[in-house]
Every structure is written in structure tokens, then in C-alpha cells.
């Protein structure tokens, strides 16, 4: 497929597609904690997308190149997608979908606020520091008000954590060596440390078994094969053909999606305060992420 300048009728209906499937990721996630330790299900998503990697890039006949040049990046980059997910799974096992979900998608704003200062062309401008604002606001929102006993602090600074990792993970793409490889060798190199560092990990939070019954094994394949492999193979398509800003300028359907499965399927009661702060924070990203576009031009 040619590289397109603008988002098509087909980009925009699988963004908002994708946004969809990322934002029952996190149901999936909180109700398959229910019989999996989350730590150890991150593990074992990351153990069975490596193994359906694998056999995509052998259909595909892509080699892998672990050449001695990435070694230092790719395990960086698997160690920052080990600590993103440690603190996803464990946010959504202790805090609510909606509050997890919106702290997790501040992701943008802490990567603007870093790029201003380390990468050409990404400083702050008006506009985008607006956004910046506008979504901290969105954060402070979240943090003041606590709704229910599934909203713990620990769980919120953890979903906050996981959007730190998701930030360095984006960095460590575009400032080491690993960005020369294909997108299929990134998602390796994050899978293969992971799943190592992921499954240790979970030797620290308690037994791994949970009384699974089938709801969570569907869960777990879900995550696996649908979100943590194909989906982000999609996505690397996506990239591939639009304009990244167009692509990311989608992502405040992500968090906003959340809010309402969590609402809808898991009964979560949203506030007055989780409205008003998803509010803050989709327009914010809606303005980090927008870029001019010139004048001219088809």
C-alpha cells in the first residue's frame, strides 16, 4: 500500500477500530486478573506473542538481526516494555478501567514535555503547551478525587508508571540504534527481554493462579493474539502508510472508549471528576499531537 499524506476514509475507520481494541484491552486485562496474578499473565501474553512473532516473520521469511550493535538498545527497550506492563496489569488490578485507562494515555504528554528538550523539531509550542496543560489538569483531576474502594493510590501511581515506560519505550525508538531495525525486530527485542523479566518478576507478587476458569484462559488469547501481536503489526502498518501525527492524533479515543466499557461492562461508577478529566485529556492530546499543516498542497 502507497504512502498516503493525509488520514483516508480506511486509516480513520482502523484508528478508530484499533482505539476500540485497545480500550477492551483494559476490561480484558482487569477481568483476567480475576484468575491470573497480573504479573505473571503479562508474562505469559508476552511468551505467546513472541511465539506468534515468530512464526509471522517465518510466514513472512523476515530475519531476525540481534547483530552485537543493538544488543545495548534492545534490552533497554525490552526492559522499559517489561516495567510498562508490571505497571499496567497491576493498576488495572488495583485501581478502576477509567481512571487507570486516562492516567495510562497521558503517555503523550510526558513524551512532549522530554522531546522539547532531546529530540530536533519536537519543542513545545504554544499550542501543544496548552495541551500539555489541559491534560496535567485532566491528571490532577483524577488524583484529587478517589470514587469507591477499587481506587487505590498505588494503582494510580502505577498507571502513571506505565505511562512513563510507554514514554521511554517511544524515546529509546527514535535515539538508539534499535531504530534502524524493523519494526518487527522492535517488538522482538521487547517481547523476548519481557518475557524473561516479566515471569521473574512475578515470583514477587504472590501465587500465579487465581481460580482461572475460561472467561480469563479467552482473556489471556486475546491479549495474545489480538492486541500484543497482530494488533501491533497492524499498527506498524498503519505507521507505515500515514502520517504518525495523523495516526496519534487518534489516541485520545483510547481513554475515552475505556471510560465507557468500563462503565458499561464492569459497572464502574464515573464521577463528575473522571468526566471532567477525560475531558481535559483528550483535548490535550488532541493539541500535543496535532501538527500545522501547511497551506497549498492536495
Known sequence: MERKQHIDLFGAVSLVGFAGILAFNQVVIKVGTEGFQPVFMSGLRSVGALAVL???MWVRGVRADFSRRYWASGLLLGSLFAFEFVCLFWALDNTTVSRASILFYTMPMMLAAI????LPGERLTL???AGLALAMGGVALVLA????GEASVMGDIAALGAAAGWAGI???VRLTPVSEQRPEMQL???LIVSSVMLIAAAFFFGPFLRDPQAVHFLSLAYQVVVVASLGYMFWFFLMSVYPASGVASFSFLSPVISVF????LLGEDVGWNTIAALVLVA???VLINRRHRPQGGA
Open 170 to 172: 517511544a524515546l529509546t
Open 283 to 285: 483535548i490535550g492530546l
Open 145 to 148: 478525587v478517589r470514587q469507591g
Open 261 to 264: 466499557f468500563g462503565w458499561a
Open 127 to 129: 499550542r501543544r503547551a
Open 54 to 56: 515468530i512464526l509471522w
Open 188 to 190: 522482538m527485542w521487547q
Open 115 to 118: 522531546a522539547h528538550f532531546v
